[in-house]
């Protein structure tokens, strides 16, 4: 996905519509700031994986906090290369990207989820079999919430594949 499709979206997404949506990325990132700034109360954007954006598109960001300082926080969720990413590139100076990074103000990391969060996950998506239950959660191979949701989904569609062949 390209930068200006990227915020297209957000726009979209934050439900402005205006003119410059089809405009230069320069003016979209403008009109993403300027309902940001005209909302009532804050805002919070989080941006998942961002370890997977470009130093440039890092830049766009850059732009966008720096025009909604007042109006909205940011969250950047990422793998722990992104930390080493980030400061790698301050180091080596790359343009824009310590500035960037002179704006964030703390760096997380979390842990792994622990057996109820991953309980919890488990439940909501249906999984009531204690012994299924018990093997998805305390499985090393299913650590991460995203590993154990791709662990269900991917049951889910055997389970339906396995239901469809019984009524042939």
């Not at 726009?11 to 405009?23: A, E, P, V, Y």
């Not at 499985?139 to 339906?160: P, Q, W």
């Amino acid at each position: 996905m390209t930068p200006k499709v990227f915020y297209q979206e957000l726009l979209s997404t934050i439900g402005f519509r205006n003119k410059h949506s089809g405009k230069s990325l320069y003016h979209i990132i403008d009109s993403i700031a300027y309902f940001l700034n005209s909302a009532r109360g804050k805002n919070l954007i989080v941006f998942d994986e961002a370890g997977k954006f470009s130093p440039r598109e890092l830049l766009y960001i850059h732009d966008l906090r720096d025009s909604t300082l007042q109006s909205t926080g940011y969250i950047l969720t990422g793998p722990p290369y992104f930390e080493r990413d980030v400061l790698k590139n301050v180091k080596n100076e790359l343009k824009g990207i310590p500035e960037f990074h002179r704006r964030i103000n703390n760096w997380i990391e979390l842990g792994l989820p622990s057996y109820n969060e991953k309980l919890a996950l488990c439940k909501h998506y249906g999984i009531i079999d204690s012994r299924l239950v018990q093997s998805l959660c305390k499985s090393v191979e299913f650590e991460t919430l995203s590993l154990l949701y791709d662990a269900i989904f991917n049951f889910g569609l055997l389970v339906l594949r396995e239901l469809g062949n019984d009524n042939n």
